[in-house]
């Protein structure tokens, strides 16, 4: 343990790659390969499940400190991080404990079964034999916030430095649902288990977004666009009988979409597809809104199937007869796409005519000149997609986020100006500033939320709207504050739909402050009939093949 918290102080203490990458090299070259494999499950989000809830580690973390749970609440709301207050607080020792990281991991995994007050007890004999940094550490592994400034790719890239494995073998080897309870560090990172690889996704491509001039990308006939759709990412595997869908956070959901079943009857083994899923029904693309009602249900009813059924909209073949193909040109990993999804239609309409199969294709497209295509992307609201992806038709499929071959030009973001209502105390460095905030707009003369936002402002800015807020509050419902509505900011965001989980009746996605209309009173902030006119119609634009 001692070892892993020094490396996560190591790490934690530097904004240099290079030196993280050092960290993590020198690590894996000499832990123990149980402490390795943990490592590598701690820090790519596979951590044991919490044995223990947040609300009883307060109490007990208050009751060992001698402190009040209401200070210890105003401390935590201060340094916003729940793993650094509780070890703040904790009385000094002079204690040590010399478990290693797969030791207390193991135990962790133990408590899961026991009794609160067995809970209890092993929670404060271990917080009185950890340092300080080795309770941050014992604690984040017990709340399951590891956000440490290291990516999987970082940590991919030095553990292919201490093995003298290939990064990109390695990050294939780190995907999928093993854990560090199902697996050893041999088997993960040297050894190609055939039952373990056989619903094993690849490694995601992800394109950057368009920089400059979308023209500096050269000659326009060497690229191929397509929409950039706003579903699920996810990869599609049929092997050896078995069906298997990934989202791109690496969450297996083959149950929560029981519609691609169908594609067993009719895609061959050894097939992989890169797509999205989207909300499919009377041939129109449903919107996110739609979908978000089947994301983490347990279980998926007749009538959610029969409400918001499902497609896969496929783009790229990552797998063609049991072979990797990701190193074809794209062009022709399409042509061969084109083709599976053509015929794979027609054996369904074969087999079940009267139902719809959930395979569509991603239209690509060609064009002369960069105004062309600029002109398709203006069409992207009507489309209900994000804007374009360009593909340069040689580009190999490669792995993580790789400049050069794959750019996405999503069209400029939905913009309303509204007015400050409801504010917060942000986390982490702005823990004692109000930088959480809710806006609203108008409607008959009063005005409804319909949004909340804690990014955009400079940190200048932010502390002027803080200490307005302090001085103008109206009422306090806990750790939130009501505000006199005087300021207008432009909110900008990505998306829109109807929605009747909110009282606005209108949901956005990725909602944040452009700029603090400070020329602007709140008299001439928009209306939220001014939002909802912004919601884009329907259009069919899928080609079924």
């Known amino acids: 343990m001692k070892q892993f918290a020094e490396l996560i102080r190591t790490i934690d203490g530097t904004n240099k790659t290079t030196l993280k990458v050092a960290a993590l090299t020198e690590y894996f070259k000499t832990a123990t390969d149980e402490d390795k494999l943990w490592t590598i499950a701690i820090l790519s989000h596979r951590r044991p499940k919490r044995p223990v809830n947040t609300t009883l580690m307060r109490e007990w973390a208050t009751e060992i400190s001698g402190i009040p749970l ?13 793993a650094e207050t509780i070890a703040l607080i904790l009385p000094t020792t002079n204690e040590s404990s010399e478990k290693s990281l797969s030791q207390i991991i193991q135990e962790l995994i133990e408590l899961r079964k ?37 990516s999987q790719k970082l940590m991919t890239r030095a553990l292919s430095q201490a093995t003298d494995i290939d990064q990109d073998v390695l990050a294939h080897k780190l995907m999928g649902s093993w854990t560090g309870e199902n697996t050893t560090f041999k088997e993960l990172v040297y050894e190609d288990n055939e039952v373990a690889m056989r619903g094993k996704p690849y490694p995601f491509y992800l394109a950057y977004a368009v920089e400059n001039e979308v023209s500096d990308l050269g000659d326009v006939t060497q690229w191929s666009a397509e929409h950039k759709w706003d579903g699920i990412r996810s990869q599609t595997i049929i092997r050896a009988g078995e069906i298997f869908v990934w989202s791109r956070g690496e969450e297996l959901v ?8 169908k594609f067993l009857d009719v895609i061959p083994d050894g097939t992989v597809i890169d797509g999205e899923i989207l909300p499919y029904k009377n041939g129109q693309i449903l919107n996110f809104n739609d ?21 896969i909209v496929a783009y790229d073949l990552l797998e063609w007869q049991g072979k990797d ?36 294709i991603s239209e690509t497209m060609s064009f002369t000149t960069w105004e062309d295509i600029a002109k398709e992307r203006e069409r992207s609201a009507d489309r209900r997609s994000e804007g374009l992806m360009l593909k340069r038709k040689d580009s190999p499929y490669l792995v993580g986020r790789k400049k050069g071959d794959w750019w996405k030009w999503k069209v400029d973001p939905f913009t309303i100006d509204a007015v400050l209502t409801y504010a917060m105390r942000g986390h982490g460095r702005r823990a004692n500033l109000y930088t959480d905030y809710t806006f609203g707009l108008w409607q008959d003369g009063e005005l409804v939320t319909f949004a909340k936002a804690y990014s955009g402002l400079t940190d200048a800015e932010f502390r002027k709207v803080d200490a307005w807020i302090k001085k103008n509050t109206l009422q306090r419902f806990g750790p939130v504050r009501s505000v006199t509505p005087h300021h207008v900011f432009e909110i900008a965001f990505e998306g829109i739909a109807p929605s009747k989980r909110h009282k606005s009746g209108v949901a956005t996605r990725f909602p944040r402050i452009i700029r603090w209309r400070t020329d602007k009173p709140i008299g001439e902030a928009n209306t939220l009939d001014d939002l909802k006119a912004l919601i884009p119609t329907d259009g069919t634009f899928l080609k079924e093949e």
């Open 70 to 82: 209401w200070l210890f609440e105003e401390s935590y709301h201060i340094v916003g991080d729940l």
């Open 114 to 150: 026991k009794e609160d007050s067995e809970k209890k007890a092993y929670l404060q004999e271990n917080w009185l034999k950890l340092n300080y940094y080795e309770r941050f550490v014992f604690n984040k592994i017990m709340t399951g916030g590891f956000r440490i400034g290291v």
């Open 254 to 261: 083959t149950d929560k979409y029981p519609e691609f079943q």
């Open 291 to 311: 979908l978000q009602t089947r994301i983490g249900r347990k279980t998926v009813g007749k009538k959610l199937l029969l409400d918001v059924p499902v497609v």
């Open 325 to 360: 193909i990701r190193e074809l040109p794209f062009q022709e990993r399409r042509a061969l796409l084109d083709k599976l999804v053509l015929d794979s239609n027609e054996k369904a309409n074969l087999i079940e005519s009267d139902s719809m199969f959930p395979l569509l």
